[in-house]
């Protein structure tokens, strides 16, 4: 007889999978790579979710090739932050969620609990949009129905219940390989201008001189580190066995880093494909327009034919599903970090889904057809407030030396770190300002 599970389950609760994947000390280091593999590739799902796409979308549109250099450079800022997450986590042995509940106390800790949770539905309503889009293009069904279609991928968390982590991670692989060949077959039909691509890479200070570049640009650094991500992969990181010595963890470390910053450079390279890909197909030197993600698939028509628009489906499709299986984890990693609350995996995604999909019906009911691109953006801006909640604690615990012992940050990640802290926050209150029509 079916029932539905009451305890939380393998593979989306952390702690039923904590220390699975073994890794054998005389294996061969092509061996222990490919064992460390994983992690980051759930980490990296977050780099390429659709309100990535959208603000990847605008910048193409609207000034070519030119902010090409943003990504690159916001990503590069992400594996910076990802590594210190890692590194705490293996370090530790605990996630940064659970660092928080011990050392700011339960009032502050409760706190950061409903501002990770607040991120992880924000990015559940981006990917409820993404997703509906990616119906409506590969269904014919309007975006309404496409929205409450988003509510059965609950049915995919309860039919992997018991099953293992790296199952997990080989359907993340796949996914991003589907998103990775859609995007880059769109690329061979509509052939850009290489020449003009490297120009773009080269950071240009004259590229973001004026207004609308400069906070298009913030909005791909707004949508570029997520918040949840750095409680989620200082837990997911510990699905490994390490021993508990100075030398396994860095060992640990360093396989892990290369995992982290291989998976975030391949979220790099898809993220910088879906500018390209809009820098060709849409920008009109002499009338530049923007153009949103609602309207992409249709000017791809003229260059590639139909089947354009079915690779973007495919791929915003494969966008959204990905995030399923990464944000039911996240939210698992919080409660349990936070509040010491652990709840059946389907519950735990059917709240998140629900709590996205209410707004995301009522915004595509008042806003219309047209209105995923707006929404997308609003959900990158209710993102950019969260950030700073989980960037200062993870640079403050990896930067004490009574929590992390030797693996605490040295002089030169510490400046590093602070930096970044300092010009993602400015940069996501500066959109946040823009956004409300304050200046």
């Not at 509906?132 to 014919?140: H, I, P, T, Y």
């Not at 691109?373 to 950019?384: C, D, I, K, R």
Request: with cysteine; proline share 5%.
């Amino acid at each position: 007889m079916f029932g539905l599970p009451t305890t939380a389950t393998a593979p989306f609760c952390p702690a039923e999978v904590a220390g699975t994947v073994t890794v054998p000390q005389n294996a061969p280091l092509w061996k222990k790579i490919a064992r460390f593999a994983g992690p980051g590739l759930l980490i990296s799902v977050g780099y390429m979710d659709p309100g990535n796409w959208a603000t990847s979308i605008q910048a193409g549109s609207q000034y070519g090739y030119q902010l090409l250099f943003v990504v690159i450079l916001s990503s590069l800022a992400a594996i910076v932050l990802q590594c210190l997450s890692m590194r705490l986590g293996i370090a530790t042995g605990k996630d940064l969620a659970v660092h928080c509940r011990e050392q700011y106390g339960p009032r502050v800790g409760k706190m950061q609990w409903f501002f990770a949770e607040v991120a992880i539905v924000a990015c559940d309503f981006a990917e409820v949009l993404g997703s509906a889009l990616a119906f409506k293009l590969l269904l014919g069904v309007s975006l309404p129905v496409g929205v409450l279609l988003t509510a059965f991928d609950t049915l995919i968390v309860l039919g992997l219940k018991g099953k293992g982590f790296r199952q997990i991670e080989a359907i993340i692989l796949g996914l991003i390989v589907t998103i990775g060949v859609c995007l880059f077959a769109e690329l061979l039909f509509i052939k850009p201008d290489w020449h003009g691509v490297l120009a773009g890479a080269v950071p240009s200070l004259q590229a973001i001189s004026s207004q609308e570049p400069l906070y298009l640009a913030i909005g791909i650094l707004g949508a570029t580190v997520m918040p949840h991500n750095l409680y989620l992969h200082s837990s997911v990181v510990q699905t490994r066995v390490v021993a508990k010595n100075d030398g396994a963890r860095r060992e640990a470390i360093s396989l892990a880093r290369i995992d982290t910053i291989v998976s975030l450079l391949l979220a790099l390279v898809i993220n910088a494909a879906i500018l390209i890909l809009a820098g060709t197909a849409f920008f009109n030197p002499g009338n530049p327009v923007a153009i949103g993600i609602d309207d992409a698939y249709h000017l791809l028509d003229p260059f590639a034919g139909a089947a354009a628009a079915i690779l973007f489906g495919l791929a915003l499709l494969a966008s959204g599903q990905s995030s399923t299986f990464t944000g039911t984890i996240a939210g698992q990693v919080i409660m349990d970090g936070f509040l010491k609350l652990r709840i059946p995996c389907w519950q735990r995604r059917l709240i998140t889904r629900l709590l996205a999909l209410g707004p995301a019906l009522i915004g595509v009911l008042m806003l219309g057809e047209h209105s995923v691109g707006q929404l997308l953006v609003l959900s990158q801006v209710v993102l950019s407030l969260q950030l700073p909640f989980a960037m200062y604690p993870l640079i403050r615990l990896t930067t004490r030396s009574d929590i992390m012992g030797s693996f605490a940050n040295s002089r030169l990640t510490i400046l590093l770190a602070w930096t970044l802290f300092s010009v993602i926050s400015a940069a996501n209150l500066w959109l946040v300002v823009q956004a409300l029509g304050l200046v």
